[in-house]
């Protein structure tokens, strides 16, 4: 069973920046076998894609909205994902969640079979 545990959120001026982090952990498989994204979801507002890294982190994804300002990337050794977060604005705040799965990095939510409970992200104006 694959559980992910998403840190790192918080308060933070617009403008400012964040990383959150990913820890996986799964009995029989290494992170390096999963594909991996991050979305989000605002009050009110469906859950949303932000970023997606495959299997060994040579191929990244990004939504228009993030791109240019977000990085995504893994350390397969640390079983960990992160999402470096910069030049923040008040419409990024969610919260925050990474999500798993084992054959493509995805933008779609439907396409990831594990999630983690979620981080908080707020950005003050």
């Known amino acids: 069973q694959v559980q992910l545990v998403e840190s790192g959120g918080g308060l933070v001026q617009a403008g400012g920046s964040l990383r959150l982090s990913c820890a996986f952990s799964?009995?029989?498989?290494?992170?390096?076998?999963?594909?991996m994204g991050w979305f989000r979801q605002a009050p009110g507002k469906e859950r949303e894609f932000v970023a997606a890294?495959?299997?060994?982190?040579?191929?990244?994804k990004f939504s228009d909205a993030v791109k240019g300002r977000f990085a995504v990337f893994r350390d397969n050794d640390k079983n960990t994902v992160y999402l470096q977060m910069n030049s923040l604005k008040p419409e990024d705040a969610a919260v925050y969640y990474c999500?798993?799965?084992?054959?493509?990095?995805?933008?779609?939510?439907?396409?990831?079979?594990?999630w983690g409970r979620g981080t908080q992200v707020t950005v003050s104006s």
């Open positions: 999500a798993a799965d084992s054959l493509r990095h995805g933008t779609s939510q439907y396409e990831y079979t594990y």
């Open positions: 890294i495959s299997w060994k982190g040579s191929s990244t």
């Open positions: 799964e009995s029989d498989r290494s992170l390096s076998t999963y594909a």
